[in-house]
């Protein structure tokens, strides 16, 4: 598992409201726009923590911006590091898991391909290609 993501109305309000309340000091990363996406990103670290993704619309039409503005907001997706993007998609789609677009660059992890899918539970999974997997080539 890579990390754990929620979705927010705001990320710096929501680390002050939530996140120091809860875990106290806590590390948070920059703040990257990815226009792909249409969101804004931050990572943070708890003491003794997962890593978590606080996901916050950046356009009206971006998917956050409709669970947050139903109110429901909180957890988005669990994210995967993967070796092989395409062998992964492939191993989710035998369990019935469907792809919601191809694989595409990501800000927040410098480039690196991401997907989403879609459980048949409707939960959704982030895969997010490995760093040992740009510097190796493929077969």
């Keep these: 598992m890579h990390h754990i993501a ?3 109305a705001d990320i710096r309000a ?3 409201t939530f ?4 875990f106290g000091e806590v590390e948070v990363g920059e ?7 249409k969101v804004r990103v931050a990572f943070v670290r708890a003491p003794d923590g997962p890593l978590i993704e606080l996901v916050e ?4 039409e ?3 911006s409709k669970l947050v503005g139903s109110a429901r907001g909180g957890l988005y997706h669990v994210c995967y590091e993967v070796d092989d993007m395409k062998a992964a998609i492939c191993r989710l789609r035998q369990l019935r898991c469907l792809p919601l677009g ?3 660059p990501a800000v927040a992890f410098g480039g690196r391909s991401i997907v989403f899918l879609m459980t048949p539970q409707r939960d959704l999974i982030e895969l997010v290609e490995s760093v040992n997997a740009i510097s190796t080539p493929s077969s």
């Design 57 to 60: 619309a950046a356009a009206d």
């Design 102 to 104: 191809q694989p595409v």
């Design 19 to 22: 996140l120091k309340p809860l």
């Design 62 to 64: 971006s998917p956050v």
């Design 31 to 37: 703040i990257f726009s990815d226009p792909i996406q």
């Design 6 to 8: 929620y979705a927010v």
């Design 14 to 16: 929501y680390v002050d």
